[in-house]
């Protein structure tokens, strides 16, 4: 047979974090790539925050380095400062973040995308999806142009139908001063998908000169950081720091006057935003009784000149957000570069896909990143990723990949998407994981690392760097097997003031001691094994950080891992996709209704459905299994 | 709806009984047993449809009971899951004991009907039975969840519902410092924590002290008789224990102390407390006797205020506890039929009685058994729920107690550990009043604070 031309094994649509990720992994794996987009000079461009990671973030980055993705390394080469958050609470809840220099950042993954001979970045609008036989088979460009293909990845951001809202005035876009994509959304609709709308926003960005500093309080990066990528071994931070200011009780009075100017309140926007990024006139407007609310000058690049206002999300009317802003004492002389602003855009409800992100129609056709309803650069790297690697296996005719609750944020992530209603863009949060004990930042390698080795993810460096940071953790902890004599226990106890032993004991008896660091027990482990390993020095330290956690932690991570098992038969049954829930007399008329549109893939998927009862489920799994 | 917990109940009806079965189904069932009983075959011990004579024994390794024991191998058992069944002698408190001692090696109570909803979701049933368990488990749903509510809780409900109110609190402030805040603790986060840690904990001890029948089902119920001299005290308790335990007499003040006679009503262990007549006297035995009743009125479940048929009733003499208490009518023996009809229709409460003949007893019988909430001896729900609370709110308090110790240790507090011990918490509350749901508590979350950059 003929191929039609011109032919690429998977096309990807959209070319940011997760347009960048799916193309990539699907060129890692060998297949020829396609990456279309309005404006190749805008390829890997950070819409909002100068920042990549945070508190359940940073864990998602670290599970997209094992698996391939280019997300920490690129971070690594572009950071201006590192900090760890939540270091004041548990290690299970620790996550990295960095600062970065946004130029730096898009410049390096639009250097990825360009140099791989299988990947042609093509400049143009997708209008039409073609399909045949109940699969995708290509895209029909604005200019008329008709591309083919095996698979179909769509990776639109906000651009499908994008509307921007600055006060009562409407543009349409993508992004600021980006042209809007149409298209796309009428010709998923009329393959049967549903779409709605969301909305989210992003604040001011301000001339840096314009700003008095000496009223900010400075908010440095860690002086020790670590890099975000297990494979990152040259690397140096400038650790610029941010700043700290506030809002006072006259930015609030300024606001609460100018309200009913903002869209969000005059009904204008229809689309639902996220809780937990809330505008500023929403923060005032839901906690009157507060008399100031944090702002954090944040650099959108070295020497830019620019700041981004974290903090001061907003749809109000420039000249208001001017106004407002003036009022506080560091922002006197405040000079706005660009006005922040609300966006509403189309999405497709994601429970019409299947967890590998493929829609559960249309065989072929992915969709990964703002489109499916998510927020925030790393779950849309995440989903891209997952996306452009099951794309590959379904090009490649091999077993999909499937990451689960136990075993990933990415993981809890495609779950919730596929079972949940998504009612405001979703974002990751470390309480979103019933596992979170077990999803350390730093374990993501020993949760992963079987599946990058299955689908050859990773090159066989980096799979052994991998390897040797797990044999390394696992060495330390046997090693803490070892009992020391009562006379060297004590001279590590008195030295740390803690409560000294009356006889010879394994070290691991005392590192479960809550005050005790495998630090302390420098010479009888760390010496030996940091010495030995040719790992990264920070890599190394943090596979001793986590031997410290396994044995602490030790008896909630069996906790965990029973509740695991627990519930391992029913995540494992598996119901046919054309199950007739309709034809289950006894089940409940919501659980029949839910359950026929969602078509969960396990049991346990169904139990997690909304609106479906413990009683329903052991109705079904009767039927299913008898 | 998880199979892979092993379930505990008493299969007999409860009460006394020539022997009692307990029945146990699930993976854990053979180990459960191994870790309560002593046995002198070691090797031949539990094969498939064999029994097995073993010692029971309680925490400290010490037999109290000999049982008979047969093992049923999956799936050629009644719920298809390994089962277990213990047949031990028909006595409450021993069948409490045991079925106690597996919930601590691991069991859980069975809820009402599990054991054939998990032989249905074994499988074990034909298509017909299937279809109309299952519509059977549907319906029972939204009515299960209420009944289930009143069974479980009862007046603990309050206090449930409280404690509940509080750890989700309390876990939306240490959701937010574990995902909002990024680094800095809300000021006097762990002190505030503490405190609502030690308010949950007072809450969880007066719940465990003040639920009543709880304490009844394992000790018995205390029925305390009073009333006037002369009222006929000692021959009503002579008539309900069916012996000559005290001695009767026409004169007022033949009883001075109090005395104890043990009988069973509705299987429930009932001890009956014959007092010293209720009048001023300058006598001291007489005087002392008084002050006991009176000490005896306040430990009771339940006071039965005698007034007899042939002396005029006064107000005074119903009035005796602020607890239940039950009027009753004594000496009908002495009235006309007339007369009885009479006091029917002036105190239509009261139980009018002959100890002599054992007229009206049945229904005295009766309505102790409603006074004190106790259920018919054919129903197997209460050892089972009351044991049930107990269990819930013991651990509800082992996790609130391990939150209190990880927020007392020295250093970072570790909340995410903090957090997982007030879910574990939150967990046992919603077996009993319906799902929190991660949502829920980020919704929390989302509405308590100002969350966001």
């Known amino acids: ?626 | 709806m998880i199979l892979s917990d092993t379930i505990v109940a008493v299969a007999t009806p409860h009460g006394f009984g020539g022997i009692s079965v307990i029945r146990i189904s699930g993976p854990d069932s053979k180990n459960i047993i191994k870790k309560i009983s002593l046995t002198n075959r070691k090797n031949k011990q539990f094969k498939h449809q064999a029994v097995t004579l073993v010692n029971i024994i309680d925490n400290d390794g010490l037999p109290f009971e000999e049982s008979v024991v047969t093992f049923f191998k999956k799936p050629h058992s009644y719920t298809g899951e390994d089962t277990i069944e213990v047949s031990c002698h028909g006595n409450p408190s021993i069948v409490n004991r045991i079925v106690s001692l597996c919930c601590t090696s691991g069991a859980r109570p069975a809820d009402p009907g599990e054991f054939t909803k998990r032989a249905f979701l074994n499988g074990k049933m034909d298509l017909v039975q299937a279809e109309a368990v299952a519509s059977l488990i549907h319906s029972k749903t939204a009515e299960g969840a209420s009944l289930n509510f009143k069974i479980l809780c009862g007046d603990l409900s309050k206090e449930m519902n409280t404690i509940k109110k509080e750890l989700k609190d309390l876990l939306v402030k240490i959701e937010f410092e574990l995902d909002i805040s990024e680094d800095c603790l809300q000021p006097n986060l762990v002190s505030r924590s503490l405190l609502s840690l030690k308010t949950i904990q007072a809450t969880i001890k007066t719940a465990l002290e003040s639920h009543n029948s709880v304490r009844m089902l394992n000790d018995g119920a205390n029925v305390v008789i009073c009333g006037a001299p002369n009222a006929g005290k000692s021959t009503l308790l002579n008539c309900l224990s069916g012996i000559d335990r005290a001695i009767t007499g026409p004169e007022a003040g033949t009883t001075r102390d109090t005395i104890r006679a043990s009988i069973s009503i509705g299987g429930t262990p009932v001890t009956l407390i014959d007092t010293a007549g209720l009048r001023v006297s300058k006598n001291k035995i007489e005087k002392e006797g008084v002050v006991r009743t009176k000490k005896e009125i306040t430990r009771s479940d339940c006071v039965l205020a005698l007034t007899p048929a042939d002396i005029p009733i006064k107000k005074k003499h119903l009035k005796i506890s602020s607890g239940p208490t039950i009027h009753v009518i004594t000496k009908a023996d002495l009235c006309t039929k007339k007369k009885i009809f009479y006091f029917k229709n002036k105190f239509p409460s009261a139980c009018i009685i002959s100890a002599k003949t054992s007229f009206g007893v049945p229904k005295l019988l009766d309505a102790l058994q409603k006074h004190m909430g106790l259920f018919s001896s054919l129903s197997p729900i209460v050892p089972v729920t009351t044991g049930r609370q107990n269990l819930i709110l013991k651990k509800i308090s082992c996790c609130i107690q391990k939150s209190t110790n990880l927020l007392s240790s020295k250093g970072n507090p570790q909340l995410e550990l903090v957090s997982f011990e007030l879910r574990d918490a939150l967990e046992q509350i919603d077996a009993v009043l319906g799902k929190t749901s991660t949502d829920e508590i980020l919704n929390s979350v989302f509405g308590s604070f100002c969350v966001g950059k």
Not at chain 1, 246 to 271: A, C, E, R, Y
Not at chain 1, 377 to 389: H, K
């Open chain 1, 1 to 626: 047979m003929k191929r039609p031309s011109p032919f690429f094994d998977v096309i990807v649509v959209g070319g940011g974090h997760a347009g960048a990720e799916a193309s990539l992994i699907c060129v890692k794996l060998g297949l020829s790539v396609s990456l279309v987009t309005i404006n190749p000079g805008a390829v890997g461009r950070m819409s909002c925050n100068p920042s990549i990671g945070g508190l359940a973030k940073g864990q998602l980055v670290r599970e997209i380095d094992v698996l391939g993705g280019i997300m920490g390394k690129i971070t690594d080469l572009s950071a201006l400062q590192y900090k760890m958050l939540n270091k004041s609470k548990g290690r299970a809840v620790w996550s990295p973040r960095a600062q970065v220099d946004k130029r730096i950042y898009e410049q390096e993954v639009l250097r990825r995308v360009s140099s791989p001979k299988n990947l042609s970045i093509l400049r143009g609008e997708v209008v039409k999806i073609n399909t045949s036989g109940g699969g995708v088979s290509g895209v029909v460009l604005l200019s008329g142009k008709v591309l083919f293909c095996r698979a179909l990845i769509i990776t639109c951001g906000t651009f499908l139908n994008g509307l921007i809202h600055i006060g009562e005035q409407k543009t349409r876009a993508g992004r600021m001063g980006e042209r809007h994509s149409h298209g796309i959304t009428e010709s998923l609709r009329s393959l049967g998908f549903c779409s709605s709308r969301l909305k989210t926003g992003t604040p001011p960005r301000i001339k840096t000169s314009s700003i008095d500093f000496s009223k900010c309080s400075v908010s440095p990066g860690d002086r020790e950081p670590s890099p975000f990528s297990h494979f990152t071994s040259v690397f140096s931070s400038p650790n610029l720091p941010c700043y700290i200011t506030k809002t006072n009780t006259v930015t609030h009075k300024i606001i609460n006057q100018n309200m009913h100017l903002s869209p969000m309140f005059t009904g204008d926007v229809v689309g639902r935003g996220p809780r937990y990024c809330p505008s500023i006139e929403d923060k005032i407007y839901r906690f009157p009784k507060r008399n100031e609310h944090a702002l954090y000058l944040e650099p959108e690049w070295r020497n830019s000149g620019q700041v981004y206002l974290n903090g001061f999300s907003t749809s109000l009317p420039m000249s208001t957000q001017i106004k407002a802003l003036r009022a506080v004492p560091a922002l006197k002389n405040l000079e706005l570069l660009r006005p922040g602003y609300a966006i509403e855009y189309d999405f497709f409800p994601p429970s019409q896909l299947k967890t590998t992100l493929e829609t559960k129609t249309v065989s072929g056709l992915f969709l990964a990143g703002q489109i499916n309803g998510t927020s925030g650069y790393e779950e849309a790297a995440g989903q891209g990723l997952v996306a452009g690697i099951n794309a590959a296996m379904f090009v490649l005719n091999k077993k999909p990949l499937l990451l689960s609750r136990e075993d990933s944020y990415l993981g809890v992530m495609l779950d919730d998407l596929t079972t949940k209603d998504t009612l405001e863009p979703y974002r990751m949060f470390t309480s979103r994981a019933e596992y979170r004990l077990l999803l350390r930042y730093s374990n993501a390698e020993s949760r992963l690392i079987k599946h990058s080795d299955k689908h050859c993810l990773l090159t066989k460096r980096e799979l052994s760097v991998l390897q040797k940071k797990i044999n390394l953790t696992n060495a330390m902890v046997s090693a803490t097997q070892v009992s020391l004599s009562k006379r060297a226990l004590n001279h590590i106890l008195q030295k740390i003031g803690e409560p000294l032993v009356k006889q010879k004991k394994p070290i691991i008896d005392i590192l479960k001691r809550p005050r005790v660091s495998i630090k302390d027990f420098k010479e009888h482990i760390l010496d030996e094994h940091l010495k030995a390993t040719t790992l990264f020095f920070s890599l190394a330290e943090e596979a001793a950080l986590e031997a410290e956690t396994i044995i602490k932690y030790d008896g909630y991570i069996k906790r965990q891992k029973d509740q695991i098992k627990k519930l391992s038969s029913i995540n494992k049954k598996k119901i046919p996709y054309d199950f007739n829930y309709k034809g289950v007399v006894s089940l409940s008329r919501e659980a029949k209704e839910k359950l026929s549109i969602i078509k969960p893939e396990t049991l346990g998927q169904a139990m997690r459905v909304s609106g479906v009862n413990p009683s329903d489920i052991a109705v079904l799994s009767v039927f299913l299994y008898r």
